[in-house]
């Protein structure tokens, strides 16, 4: 096996141009600053990455593993015509929360409604990126432009501070088949800070998980249960 270093300044020069337009509404502060590019590295890799590298899994590093990350590969056959990427939802309500305002104007919506039948919207802490794949659809290519970020944060009222989560999670309001969803055992997320800050009645929707758990993601700093 191979392991290649990127230079992190390399990639940010390379991806500022391509992400700048959707930094000013998920980063965190207001203003587009440089360095706030590597967080949306996962949105552009299949356009920075050469050709012949064509599938990619990215993780956080706040993860502890319960299986073999080969068998995660695995997941990439399973994926749909048409989806790009591999994600698992978020397990807290925290876009039920960021999509109030689009959720008061459509009170049918399923948009940041738990699972089973909602779109609690994604967490990227685990993603799988067919890089052919969004080289190749059209539809993903034109969700980068920045006319259409614009379009759809109007539509959506959005404003976030989460980077490519909260891109790919918009996204997927509007067009969900560009995605494969992941077992939320593959990233099993552990913060529950939305408990505590106005949603205890709903939280257990979002949060429950069954299976064995391959993957514990303690996001936020939680603790990661020990074997």
Request: hydrophobic share 35%.
């Amino acid at each position: 096996s191979q392991v290649i270093v990127h230079d992190v300044n390399e990639l940010t020069e390379k991806l500022f141009p391509i992400v700048e337009a959707m930094q000013k509404h998920f980063s965190a502060g207001s203003g587009t600053y440089y360095s706030d590019s590597i967080f949306f590295l996962s949105v552009a890799m299949h356009r920075i990455l050469p050709k012949e590298i064509t599938q990619v899994i990215q993780v956080d590093l706040d993860l502890k593993y319960k299986a073999n990350i080969r068998d995660l590969f695995d997941e990439f056959d399973h994926f749909p015509e048409g989806a790009v990427i591999g994600i698992a939802r978020e397990m807290q309500p925290v876009y039920r929360h960021t999509f109030w305002q689009y959720r008061r104007e459509n009170p049918q919506t399923k948009v940041g409604d738990p699972p089973p039948d909602g779109l609690p919207g994604f967490n990227s802490g685990v993603l799988l990126l067919n890089l052919e794949a969004m080289r190749q659809s059209k539809l993903y290519n034109q969700l980068l432009e920045p006319t259409m970020v614009q379009k759809l944060t109007e539509k959506y009222h959005f404003k976030g501070h989460l980077g490519d989560q909260d891109f790919f999670t918009m996204v997927g309001m509007e067009h969900p088949d560009l995605f494969h969803v992941l077992d939320c055992t593959w990233n099993r997320q552990l913060c529950t800070w939305w408990r505590d800050h106005g949603y205890s009645d709903v939280f257990d929707q979002y949060f429950q998980c069954e299976g064995e758990v391959k993957i514990y993601h303690g996001n936020c700093n939680t603790p990661i249960p020990e074997d």
